[in-house]
């Protein structure tokens, strides 16, 4: 039978597509491509943008899906043999890639295109393009140039390890407990870890460290001896503090030797440290500006956590009787416990009403009313029975179309995210224009006794990211590929759009229309939506800081930190300046930090608050010109979506927030938002 990695006729074949199949394609693709770039580098070959893309463009996309459809499998189905498939694929891939961008025939060559031949959206491409060639070491001879191309491999290889060892060591995790042991926790969580230790043949409840089960363990059981159990195996994952079956998971000389990597590469670039090479694609000008926004951003927020602390030092007290200091994993149960009291209700009483199908049903309406398109079941090949897959139509047209796989399952990596499988391209060989294409990725818990799956609200708040991030890829009106959708937006405003989206989940006039009892079908009701209104900034001073310490120490360990020393002073120092309420010393946070150490956020991670900056000042727009309930206005969802969704990364992320908001960014939103005023 025909590989199916190398069908090339339309979507991926997730169905299909087996371990065995991905070293032939490779071998091909690499094959191919390898070809494409001698062709366009050849000095007889015209220093043309089409002809470039015609030939190599067309031919490193075939590779790029390719890889892309195996990336994405390894992330969401993985299992031992495709694992070492994929492993096997990843040094001759990377080492190809890497190669490209470094290649000074094909930079010269780009460079001696005549740019007034060029359209605005393919002179962007080409000044990106430029800049990407320089940070690919284009510019670097000999054995600068070869360490280099060493560097890029040995990264690749070692950033996969470490997320595996996050996956297994969650993965690996296992604690069988009775039905007493688990009082206060909820009764869909009991069921399901009932019907996962009766799988096994094993008698109680299987508890994992997966977010499903984890979170609502934290949040609700009222053994602080169970707590404490759980919360020790989650903070210590991967890393030297885990127990002695688990050590070899550490992922601590990864860390280091990821670091030492970095700043080795940036150095060879002409930088002092990664920091600097980080931010040079982004809105943020340097290092320092990132470390002063987040500093003046902490100022700003600690009183309103030093509150948020004291406030439930005192609950704990007065309330519960507790004397002595928080511990760690008393923390979650405390503060759910104030909330309830405070507010008069709780996250359990509030998910009843999120069943998943009318969450989504509630999603597409907002989107289908505010951004002017309609969101249709449609057919693909997929790799879950759980996964759905739809199409995004307007005015009768294709625009795109994306996959949809919600739930939490063993192989399967945690959290969320969007990522694409193609981008929007009006193709240089065929001259038709080519839709876009996203996964949307989340972790939820399954359905249980035949129920549909019930939503957390924060559950609710990341499908609504996620889908942000999708319409910004999928979206797009932009036919040059390299910035089409999310492509060359700048780093760290690629979360405006999924942040804003989340400002929705707030509004009653969009949560009224995507709630139904999981029992009765009832609606929520309004008075229990004023109380979660009421307690929506609930801890966020405390929350606020969280984020920073993460950001901060990001920024610092890949500025100001020595690699060749251990991180964990470093990371303390940052608590020392940031936190009101530190961990414990076993703590070990950063060893799962897979942003950072195996995602593109390395000295990014700081974008989640810069970008929200942004986002909240964009939603403002939507509450200047909500009508008397609150409804969004369409024309104002119209202006966003042309200036902001439909420009991609055609122009500077700032050029389009202006040309919808006739002017620069202000702070005083998100602060305002988050009741920090």
């Given amino acids: 039978m025909t590989n199916p990695l190398l069908d090339a006729s339309g979507l991926p074949l997730f169905d299909r597509i087996a371990p065995e199949h991905v070293a032939p394609a490779i071998d091909e693709l690499l094959a191919a491509s390898e070809q494409a770039l001698e062709t366009v580098t050849d000095i007889d070959f015209p220093a043309d943008w089409k002809a470039i893309a015609r030939t190599l463009d067309v031919q490193t996309e075939r590779l790029g899906m390719a890889w892309g459809a195996v990336s994405h499998l390894n992330s969401v189905a993985d299992t031992p043999q495709l694992r070492a498939a994929y492993n096997a694929a990843l040094p001759r891939v990377t080492e190809f890639w890497t190669r490209l961008s470094s290649?000074?025939?094909?930079?010269?060559?780009?460079?001696?295109?005549?740019?007034?031949?060029?359209?605005?959206?393919?002179?962007?491409?080409?000044?990106?393009?430029?800049?990407?060639?320089?940070?690919?070491?284009?510019?670097?001879?000999?054995?600068?140039?070869?360490?280099?191309?060493?560097?890029?491999?040995?990264?690749?290889?070692?950033?996969?390890?470490?997320?595996?060892?996050?996956?297994?060591?969650?993965?690996?995790?296992?604690?069988?407990?009775?039905?007493?042991?688990?009082?206060?926790?909820?009764?869909?969580?009991?069921?399901?870890?009932?019907?996962?230790?009766?799988?096994?043949?094993?008698?109680?409840?299987?508890?994992?460290?997966?977010?499903?089960?984890?979170?609502?363990?934290?949040?609700?059981?009222?053994s602080s001896a169970l707590r404490e159990q759980l919360y020790k195996a989650y903070v210590t994952r991967a890393s030297d503090q885990a127990p002695e079956d688990a050590k070899h998971f550490d992922n601590t000389p990864l860390m280091q030797e990821i670091l030492a990597l970095r700043q080795e590469e940036a150095q060879l670039l002409g930088f002092d440290n990664y920091a600097q090479v980080s931010v040079v694609p982004k809105m943020a000008e340097s290092p320092e500006k990132v470390t002063a926004f987040l500093r003046d951003l902490a100022a700003k927020a600690r009183p309103f956590a030093e509150k948020d602390l004291a406030d439930l030092r005192e609950f704990a007290t007065n309330a519960l009787g507790m004397t002595g200091p928080l511990n760690a994993w008393d923390v979650p149960y405390l503060s759910e416990k104030l909330k309830e009291a405070r507010y008069s209700f709780s996250e359990q009483e509030v998910k009843q009403y999120f069943t998943a199908p009318k969450v989504l049903a509630g999603l597409f309406k907002i989107i289908e009313t505010l951004i002017e398109v309609s969101i249709r079941p449609d057919e693909a090949p997929v790799w879950h029975p759980?996964?759905?897959?739809?199409?995004?139509?307007?005015?009768?047209?294709?625009?795109?179309?994306?996959?949809?796989?919600?739930?939490?399952?063993?192989?399967?990596?945690?959290?969320?995210?969007?990522?694409?499988?193609?981008?929007?391209?009006?193709?240089p060989d065929t001259g038709l224009l080519q839709t876009p294409v996203a996964h949307l990725v989340c972790n939820f818990a399954e359905g249980v006794n035949g129920q549909p799956a019930l939503l957390t609200h924060d559950d609710v708040i990341t499908l609504f990211h996620e889908f942000g991030h999708g319409l910004h890829h999928m979206l797009t009106q932009v036919n040059e590929r390299d910035v089409s959708g999310i492509s060359g937006v700048e780093w760290d405003a690629v979360e405006l759009?999924?942040?804003?989206?989340?400002?929705?989940?707030?509004?009653?006039?969009?949560?009224?229309?995507?709630?139904?009892?999981?029992?009765?079908?009832?609606?929520?009701?309004?008075?229990?939506?004023?109380?979660?209104?009421?307690?929506?900034?609930?801890?966020?001073?405390l929350q606020t800081l969280r984020q920073i310490e993460f950001s901060l120490f990001d920024m610092l360990v890949h500025s100001e930190h020595n690699p060749g020393q251990d991180f964990m002073p470093l990371l303390a120092q940052v608590r020392d300046e940031v936190a009101v309420l530190r961990p414990p010393a076993f703590n070990r946070m950063a060893h799962t930090f897979s942003h950072i150490f195996a995602g593109g956020y390395a000295a990014g991670y700081y974008s989640y608050k810069w970008a929200e900056v942004l986002s909240a000042d964009a939603y403002a727009a939507f509450e200047e010109t909500a009508d008397d309930d609150g409804t969004p206005s369409v024309e104002t969802g119209r202006l966003y979506r042309q200036a902001i969704l439909e420009a991609g990364g055609s122009r500077p992320a700032l050029e389009s927030f202006k040309a919808f908001r006739g002017r620069e960014p202000s702070i005083d939103a998100l602060l305002r938002h988050q009741g920090m005023v």
Avoid at 155 to 181: C, G, H, M, R, W
Avoid at 499 to 528: I, K, Y
């Fill in 103 to 222: 290649d000074e025939r094909l930079y010269a060559k780009y460079k001696a295109i005549d740019t007034a031949s060029l359209n605005t959206e393919q002179k962007q491409a080409h000044k990106n393009a430029l800049r990407g060639f320089v940070l690919g070491g284009a510019e670097l001879q000999g054995k600068a140039k070869e360490r280099y191309a060493a560097i890029q491999e040995r990264l690749a290889e070692i950033t996969q390890k470490f997320s595996e060892n996050t996956l297994d060591a969650t993965d690996q995790f296992a604690l069988y407990v009775s039905q007493e042991e688990l009082q206060g926790v909820p009764a869909d969580v009991k069921q399901a870890t009932r019907d996962a230790a009766q799988k096994e043949g094993k008698e109680g409840h299987r508890l994992s460290l997966k977010m499903p089960v984890y979170l609502p363990i934290m949040q609700f059981a009222d």
């Fill in 386 to 427: 759980a996964v759905a897959f739809y199409r995004i139509e307007r005015d009768g047209q294709l625009v795109g179309q994306f996959y949809l796989d919600p739930p939490a399952r063993a192989g399967k990596r945690g959290g969320a995210w969007m990522d694409d499988v193609r981008g929007r391209w009006q193709r």
């Fill in 497 to 541: 759009p999924s942040q804003f989206m989340e400002n929705f989940c707030w509004e009653w006039s969009v949560l009224r229309h995507m709630t139904a009892h999981v029992d009765t079908g009832e609606p929520l009701p309004r008075a229990l939506f004023d109380k979660m209104l009421a307690a929506k900034n609930f801890q966020s001073g």
